[in-house]
């Protein structure tokens, strides 16, 4: 039995794309697909391109992890057969940011008398997250290395569901779009991501208003921020921004530093005209950074004198690893940031 992309029935999340066919096109980390049924075998079709490092996909059979390995272009994944028909339900979800992106085409199940079981529902809390590697759960399955520099890696340990930003979603009961990049940083020309490129490394500003955005793919699109109006709006930037140059520690009010700041207050602004109810937090993480950031972030979000626009400090801001979080540190964050949302009230998801 064929269950087609466009199947009703199907849950999907995540800020997702359409591609000229009308296929779903998973660009961001934490897109995802579930779907409830009855069969004794479940297989999906897929389509990939990637750019960099080995691409894997995840998926939860029934509270039950797994990830695969797939490959540029069309791939036919077997998640999973049991031994009689039987119910289950499986998400399918992108692991990695747009180092791959992807096209769900369908899955098939197959059985004595398989079917598509109906009933599925998104949560009605809906968290948006802008953020680089650390919102992405890049290498947070390095557990071993745990407050230590990155192990060599290929993309195998870059996990979503691991990242803070999942988590503390998981824990609110959200549904989350996590608009997550890997070395990005807030304005063009910062940063890692796409750095050495003509015209520059791509900031945040360049990728905040589009689903597909890596010139790479060769083609841009533009995201309508009408089919998602998030409760609470998380900026996880200001850590990349040091790269190549860290202007904001050694020159704290210097001219580069005052650009940054007024691009950084421009940007909350812009994300309180888009969501004019929305409970807004600005943050940096966990992951090594100067304080020098913090103090500009929390600076900037004070000054706008916005009573939902807050700033959040983590216990252990900043101090936590020198490379990227792993699973036990991005936890710490969830927890403490579920926490400090809980301290609004319920009345912060009622706008």
Not at 21 to 29: I, K, Q, R, S, T
Not at 41 to 52: F, G, H, L, N, S
Not at 166 to 172: E, N, P, V
């Amino acid at each position: 039995m064929i269950i087609e992309a466009s199947d009703n029935r199907l849950l999907y999340s995540g800020r997702i794309g359409k591609t000229k066919e009308g296929l779903p096109l998973f660009v961001y980390p934490a897109t995802s697909v579930t779907v409830r049924f009855k069969a004794r075998k479940i297989t999906a079709v897929i389509r990939a391109r990637c750019e960099y490092w080995d691409a894997y996909i995840g998926y939860i059979i029934d509270g039950v992890h797994g990830k695969l390995k797939i490959n540029e272009g069309v791939n036919s994944l077997l998640l999973a057969e049991f031994p009689g028909d039987s119910t289950h339900e499986l998400m399918l979800y992108k692991r990695q940011d747009s180092c791959n992106r992807i096209v769900f085409e369908k899955f098939v199940i197959e059985g004595d008398e398989p079917e598509i079981i109906e009933g599925l529902k998104a949560p009605v809390r809906r968290i948006e997250v802008y953020g680089d590697s650390v919102s992405a759960g890049e290498v947070s399955e390095a557990i071993e290395y745990t407050g230590k520099t990155d192990p060599m890696h290929n993309g195998e340990f870059s996990d979503a569901y691991y990242s803070f930003a999942w988590m503390t979603a998981r824990q609110l009961n959200a549904r989350i779009h996590d608009i997550a990049q890997g070395g990005i940083a807030l304005d063009h020309g910062t940063g890692w991501f796409h750095e050495g490129d003509k015209g520059g490394a791509i900031g945040m500003w360049d990728i905040y208003d589009k689903i597909s955005y890596d010139p790479f793919y060769g083609e841009i699109s533009y995201w309508d921020f009408g089919q998602y109006i998030p409760h609470v709006v998380l900026l996880a930037i200001g850590q990349n921004d040091a790269h190549p140059y860290d202007f904001m520690a050694d020159d704290y009010d210097g001219n580069r530093a005052d650009a940054w700041r007024r691009s950084y207050g421009a940007f909350l602004a812009r994300l309180r005209e888009i969501y004019p109810e929305a409970l807004i937090i600005s943050m940096t993480t966990l992951l090594d950074h100067d304080e020098a950031w913090d103090r500009a972030i929390r600076e900037v979000s004070m000054n706008l004198s916005d009573p939902k626009i807050v700033n959040y400090r983590f216990e252990r801001n900043g101090k936590a690893t020198p490379g990227h979080l792993r699973i036990s540190e991005a936890k710490e964050m969830a927890d403490e940031l579920s926490s400090f949302i809980d301290s609004f009230g319920p009345s912060v998801w009622e706008s």
